[in-house]
């Protein structure tokens, strides 16, 4: 018994020396009774980015930088969290998330934005670019001005713009002239312009998300598709493709877009450090997405897998023409002001 007593004793003598010197380094009894670690989380701001790209693309890598300047110009009260491949949402369901308050970031393909609201189909009109100096008057003029406007009144805000490139077409037979494309399944983003573009070329149009992109060519339920280089090589296409044509007759972008109440509920020196991290994070993006493309053509020609041809000027009078009906067809849904602010970008060519 006296054992017993004794081993008690000591238990509490312990205890009390513990509480009196405090539970390692840095503890006063009475002034810091949790864990310093959480200190400050219930003031940080979770920002989530969802997209469904691969983080080694222009838009993937894009977004990481925006993470890290966003952390960084925000001293860390702003925490960015990247949910990249489709993890967190599809392309069917991001926008519904985003308006939700689900999450607070998205960079959706115009594709996906022209079902909801009609005008951002402008952006999908075959050969609407004719190179890049033409997307940045496009996304830095009225017509950018005016699609961000239409987002208001869905609860989004657009931020930036984003490129990812010139789309090209692949398949497994040459698709050089309009004829060509007779009969062939084409996986496109699912949208009633581009389904429009390839029924005009004779195509049969196949819409899927990009994440099943793989998996349709590779078990033959589509012949072909179109899409950027960096898209091209990073989703390793090039393993299930036999034909590339560069024809540059569509650009892929994707509109920044965030929560419009969250955004509105953010303090405004933390609106300035997160709209200053997506401009310098736009500007990484369109320079990048410029050269990543250039660099991976190289090496898709290197590769050998491919056989590319690139278009001439001929071929690519006879794609426009085929593709005429397009802007007729979508000009009345897509509005006066955005089809002459198109009249006004084609003038001179």
Do not use: C
Not at 239 to 247: A, E, I, R, Y
């Amino acid at each position: 018994m006296k054992s017993i007593v004794s081993i008690a004793l000591l238990i509490l003598l312990g205890l009390a020396s513990a509480v009196a010197v405090g539970f390692g380094s840095g503890f006063v009894a009475g002034t810091h009774d949790y864990d310093q670690l959480q200190e400050g989380l219930s003031e940080r701001i979770i920002l989530k980015f969802s997209h469904v790209v691969a983080e080694n693309t222009p838009k993937g890598l894009a977004v990481e930088k925006f993470a890290e300047l966003v952390s960084e110009k925000t001293n860390g009260k702003v925490e960015v969290q990247v949910f990249p491949n489709g993890i967190l949402h599809s392309e069917e369901t991001e926008i519904p998330a985003l308006v939700s308050g689900e999450i607070q970031m998205i960079a959706p393909a115009y594709s996906h934005l022209s079902r909801l609201i009609p005008q951002w189909a402008v952006l999908e009109l075959p050969y609407l670019f004719f190179d890049h100096q033409d997307v940045d008057a496009a996304f830095h003029g009225k017509i950018g001005e005016k699609l961000f406007a239409t987002l208001e009144k869905s609860d989004m805000k657009g931020l930036a713009f984003w490129g990812s490139g010139f789309k090209q077409v692949t398949a497994n037979r040459p698709l050089i002239l309009p004829e060509d494309f007779a009969g062939q399944r084409i996986r496109i983003i699912p949208s009633p312009v581009l389904e429009a573009q390839f029924e005009a070329l004779g195509a049969i149009p196949v819409g899927s998300s990009f994440t099943d992109l793989y998996s349709l060519l590779a078990s033959g339920q589509v012949d072909g598709e179109e899409n950027t280089i960096s898209n091209v090589y990073t989703k390793r296409l090039y393993q299930l493709q036999k034909h590339m044509t560069v024809s540059n007759h569509n650009y892929l972008g994707y509109a920044v877009i965030v929560n419009k109440a969250f955004w509105n509920n953010l303090p405004p020196d933390i609106q300035r450090s997160v709209a200053e991290a997506m401009e310098e994070a736009t500007h990484f993006n369109n320079q990048l997405s410029v050269e990543m493309n250039e660099q991976q053509f190289t090496q898709l020609q290197q590769l050998g897998t491919m056989q590319i041809h690139i278009q001439t000027e001929e071929e690519r009078a006879a794609w426009r023409k085929a593709l005429q009906p397009v802007y007729e067809q979508f000009a009345p849904s897509i509005g006066e002001e955005l089809m002459a602010e198109v009249k006004r970008l084609h003038q001179g060519r």
